[in-house]
């Protein structure tokens, strides 16, 4: 049986950033920016130390709309804006709705806050195939 969808359903999706989700993500992307990598080199940028790949942070953000419709291959096309690094150690929460259903695609809008309530990524927008 497929599943419908509604304009204005919700859905959530949690991440954790662990400490060594850079170094992970820069194995699998190739993206070894020091930045992502050596933390004398983040805190010399303005950080703490490393912060997180944002391709990764969009990743989750995909991610969550995936688990939401149920497969990753209805997704067809992806905008973001980024608002603040994720840091190792931050627990991110995405926050999707359904904000348009048309012409058999599926419209979601994304935002994701760490545990201080702090916005990491504002105004995504993920569409997919209905499927």
């Known amino acids: 049986m497929a599943r419908t969808f509604q304009v204005g359903d919700t859905f959530t999706h949690v991440r954790q950033c662990d400490r060594l989700r850079p170094v992970y993500y820069a194995g699998a992307s190739g993206d070894y920016n020091p930045i992502h990598i050596d933390p004398e080199v983040g805190k010399l940028a303005g950080f703490d130390g490393v912060i997180l790949q ?13 688990v939401f419709v149920g497969d990753p291959g209805l997704v067809r096309r992806v905008r973001v804006r980024f608002s603040r690094p994720v840091l190792p150690e931050d627990t991110v929460t995405f926050q999707g709705r359904v904000t348009a259903i048309a012409d058999g695609r599926l419209s979601t809008e994304v935002t994701a806050t760490n545990q201080r309530g702090e916005p990491v990524l504002r105004g995504a927008v993920v569409e997919t195939s209905l499927g």
């Open 54 to 66: 944002g391709l990764c942070t969009l990743g989750w953000a995909v991610e969550a709309v995936a």
